[in-house]
């Protein structure tokens, strides 16, 4: 549901995007990027603080039913998505107004820039969400640390 809202979104993000040039797209793509990279920070975080307390009860029952994997698969997801985010507006960043290319026999230009801002624009709303989810998850798990 979060994915189709995302592409919803990224769809009509684009005729916005489309117009903008470099000199615009590159503020909006490094604190994005920023961001992101700050938002992996925490999630890694959250990982480095469960391996740490292995010896605590808690993490070692929850490893015995199987909820510690799941937690911690999610937080992996979180921030593979974090990491893409990331990725994509760092090229963002490098793209040149003159790389174009056209689909099949039409005139119009695309630049690169804007396609590559508005895949991240989709992953950005996803991994909101993710971060999100496995906030509330790692949340609710420490509250009984």
Not at 14 to 34: D, E, K, M
Not at 99 to 121: P, R
Request: glycine residues 4%; proline residues 3%; neutral net charge.
């Amino acid at each position: 549901m979060v994915a189709l809202a995302a592409l919803v979104i990224s769809w009509l993000a684009w005729p916005i995007i489309f117009n903008y040039s470099t000199v615009q797209i590159q503020p909006i793509a490094s604190a994005v990027s920023t961001l992101a990279g700050m938002l992996f920070g925490f999630v890694m975080a959250s990982v480095s603080l469960l391996a740490t307390a292995k010896d605590n009860t808690l993490v070692r029952n929850t490893a015995l039913t199987g909820y510690l994997p799941k937690l911690v698969d999610q937080l992996h997801w979180t921030m593979a998505v974090l990491l893409l985010v990331c990725l994509l507006f760092l090229i963002t960043l490098f793209l040149p107004d003159t790389l174009v290319f056209h689909i099949g026999d039409s005139a119009q230009e695309y630049k690169f820039s804007s396609v590559f801002v508005t895949v991240g624009v989709f992953f950005l709303i996803n991994s909101f969400y993710l971060f999100f989810l496995s906030w509330h998850s790692f949340k609710t798990f420490t509250k009984n640390m």
